[in-house]
Structures are given as C-alpha cells and as structure tokens.
C-alpha cells in the first residue's frame, strides 16, 4: 500500500511538471507573491482609513447640524432622524466594508475565524475608529479651511454639513423674545430673505429657564399658520 501511494505521489508529480512544461499551469516568482501581499495590505490600509475618516464624517455632520439631538425628541424625534439619515454615505460605507473584509480573508489570520465573525469584527473596529476621529480637531480643521475656501474637491461637504433640509420640520435660529413657554427666533439657514418665526412650546414649560435672548437654538416641529408647534427644543453650542 506504501508504494502505491508513492507511485500516486510521483505520478501527480510528474503531471505537475508535465502542465508547466507545457504552459497549462504557469508558475509564479517570489516577487510576485510578495508585490501581490504588499499591493493587498496597501488596499487594506487605503480602505479602512477611508471608512474611518467617512464614518467620522458622518458623526460630526450629524453632530454639528444638530440632528442627533432628534434622538432625544421621542418617536417623533426618532422617525424623523432616521428620514433625515444620509443614508447614500451608509451605503456607500456598507461597500467598502465588504471589500475590505474581502481583502482581510486573504491573510492567514482570517482563516481562523468565520467569515460573518470577520465582517463583525471589522464593522466594529472601523465604527469605534471613526465615533474617535471625530472628537479630534481634524474635521473642525476641515470644516474651517473650507469656510476660507482652502479646501478643494470635499470643500462643499464641509460647506453644507451644518445645512438642515428645509420643509422636513427642522429649524435653527437665534432667540429673538421669550414670553411663557413661546418664543420669536430668527431663522439662520434660510438661502432666502431672514424671516421670523413664533415657536410654540409644550404646555407647563417656561422656555426663560433653560433660554435668553440671542441664544441659537435647534427645534423640531410642525409649521402651522406662520408658527411651528415644537416637540423638541434644545440650545446650540457654537462650534
């Protein structure tokens, strides 16, 4: 039995070298092999810096636009963000996450584990990376260069970050009166004329508790008849 699977092995062999010869199965150098790992680990580390600065991005845009203080709002505030969610960014974050778990199966420590264990681990890291970059200076950095008009191709991104999306029940502006749990603002992200607005607080609330006068404020709620009957007010902190 031993030398029948000697002869096996040297007739597998022999088949090897026979496909070589004849140009079947080419054979690749070393340099290859190595020139192909370092091109693999390059992508690996271009794919997951990009994740990281975008997945960054779009905490601070969430951040600084005031959306996420919807969260806060009750289910009325939570619907809403989750309609205002740039969700176009989390698909495209969503595909750079399946190639760059793609290439992290190519190393060996990969094969030690599932591959949804892989793609997990990976969300996790690149998630936890980017909430960290964004409590860094570099995207106030950013967001200033591009208000100088110093900062090419993603300069509009910055731009418009702190932009909220008109008619969706979203408004920022600075208090202009308080008067019981009413008060007039000045809308700020208005591309047209200023225009004025009574804003309309819960019943028991005294707005002058928690506002003064000229306070920049972020508020939820449905316009009705020249005034938004607000379920949600909080005050901005300058940025």
């Given at each position: 039995?031993?030398?029948?699977?000697?002869?096996?092995?040297?007739?597998?062999?022999?088949?090897?070298?026979?496909?070589?010869?004849?140009?079947?199965?080419?054979?690749k150098?070393?340099?290859?092999?190595?020139?192909?790992?370092?091109?693999?680990?390059?992508?690996?580390?271009?794919?997951?810096?990009?994740?990281?600065?975008?997945?960054?991005f779009?905490?601070?845009?969430?951040?600084?636009?005031?959306?996420?203080?919807l969260?806060?709002?009750?289910?009325?505030?939570?619907?809403?963000?989750?309609?205002?969610?740039?969700?176009?960014?989390?698909?495209?974050?969503?595909?750079?996450?399946?190639?760059?778990?793609?290439?992290?199966?190519?190393?060996?420590?990969?094969?030690?584990?599932?591959?949804?264990?892989?793609?997990?681990?990976?969300?996790?890291?690149?998630?936890?990376?980017?909430?960290?970059?964004?409590?860094?200076?570099?995207?106030?950095?950013?967001?200033?260069?591009?208000r100088?008009?110093?900062?090419?191709?993603?300069?509009?991104?910055?731009?418009?970050?702190?932009?909220?999306?008109?008619?969706?029940?979203?408004?920022?502006?600075?208090?202009?009166?308080?008067?019981?749990?009413?008060?007039?603002?000045?809308?700020?992200?208005?591309?047209?004329?200023?225009?004025?607005?009574?804003?309309?607080?819960?019943?028991?609330?005294?707005?002058?508790?928690f506002?003064?006068?000229?306070?920049?404020?972020?508020?939820?709620?449905?316009?009705?008849?020249?005034?938004?009957?607000?379920?949600?007010?909080?005050?901005?902190?300058?940025?």
């Open positions: 039995m031993e030398n029948n699977h000697t002869h096996e092995h040297v007739d597998l062999t022999r088949q090897v070298l026979n496909k070589i010869e004849t140009g079947e199965v080419s054979m150098s070393k340099s290859y092999f190595t020139l192909k790992t370092v091109a693999v680990i390059f992508l690996t580390f271009l794919i997951a810096c990009t994740l990281t600065l975008l997945i960054s779009v905490f601070f845009s969430l951040e600084i636009s005031e959306q996420l203080s969260l806060g709002f009750g289910l009325r505030g939570v619907g809403l963000f989750i309609m205002l969610f740039p969700w176009w960014m989390f698909l495209l974050n969503a595909v750079l996450l399946l190639a760059l778990e793609r290439l992290l199966v190519q190393f060996r420590f990969a094969y030690a584990y599932p591959l949804v264990y892989v793609f997990l681990g990976t969300v996790c890291v690149v998630t936890v990376l980017g909430y960290a970059v964004t409590y860094t200076p570099l995207h106030q950095s950013l967001l200033d260069r591009a100088e008009k110093r900062l090419p191709v993603v300069g509009s991104y910055y731009e418009h970050a702190r932009d909220l999306p008109q008619g969706k029940g979203v408004y920022r502006g600075q208090v202009l009166a308080i008067e019981g749990n009413t008060f007039i603002i000045g809308m700020i992200d208005l591309n047209t004329a200023s225009a004025t607005y009574r804003v309309v607080g819960r019943e028991g609330v005294d707005i002058d508790d506002l003064d006068p000229g306070d920049v404020v972020f508020v939820a709620g449905n316009m009705n008849r020249g005034s938004i009957e607000a379920y949600g007010i909080k005050k901005v902190v300058s940025r």
